[in-house]
T-cell receptor, first 117, second 113 residues
């Protein structure tokens, strides 16, 4: 069973540019979440999508946006890049079970490492 | 809002020694608690999760964690460290069946041969 796939793995941009990152979840997983990981701030929640709808959003400026397609694949976009946007962007998918033990386990991709110069 | 505190950003142990990584959470409701491990240049991998079924949770690679409600703690332990355990460890909490997780800042584990 294929895991969560993120592309590209590495990318370099300059300030003011925009970037789009892609995430393909595990087959059958309909929930996709995005996190930003930096050495100083750790992992911070960006947003979560389920069935093409944004269900939760973290405390990030409007330059950060995302979407989910009907096949559950998700993209996130960062516009007008700033130096502080340099980070590892992690995507995670889950089944979002309605019952069971109630705990949804996140399965993470390897991440997209963005460097802004 | 939830928060997670991991005491000690760096922990060093000798190979074969006990591993203890600390995690405290703040939650007004019974939480779901998780430990994840991250190896260099990789995403996070689930080690174990607590969902109220049992206070002592066993995970992969010989790790286990004990939920102590009175102490709001969920410390991770392993009786004998192995060189392959060197990695970054993250404690996380979620309040309900939603997918908004709150992560601690991580603890980097070094294993000394």
């Amino acid at each position: 069973k294929a895991g969560v796939t993120q592309t590209p793995r590495y990318l370099i941009k300059t300030r003011g540019q925009q970037v789009t990152l892609s995430c393909s979840p595990i087959s059958g997983h309909r929930s996709v979440s995005w996190y930003q990981q930096t050495p100083g701030q750790g992992l911070q929640f960006l947003f979560e999508y389920f069935s093409e709808t944004q269900r939760n959003k973290g405390n990030f400026p409007g330059r950060f946006s995302g979407r989910q397609f009907s096949n559950s694949r998700s993209e996130m976009n960062v516009s007008t890049l700033e130096l502080g946007d340099s980070a590892l962007y992690l995507c995670a998918s889950s089944l979002l079970l309605a019952g069971g033990d109630g705990a949804n386990v996140l399965t993470f991709g390897a991440g997209s490492r963005l460097t802004v110069l | 809002a939830q928060s997670v505190t991991q005491l000690g950003s760096h922990v060093s142990v000798s190979e074969g020694a006990l591993v203890l990584l600390r995690c405290n959470y703040s939650s007004s409701v019974p939480p779901y608690l998780f430990w994840y491990v991250q190896y260099p240049n990789q995403g996070l991998q689930l080690l174990l999760k607590y969902t109220s079924a049992a206070t002592l949770v066993k995970g992969i690679n010989g790790f286990e964690a004990e939920f102590k409600k009175s102490e709001t703690s969920f410390h991770l332990t392993k009786p004998s460290a192995h060189m392959s355990d060197a990695a970054e460890y993250f404690c996380a909490v979620s309040e309900n069946t939603g997918n908004q997780f709150y992560f601690g800042t991580g603890t980097s584990l070094t294993v000394i041969p």
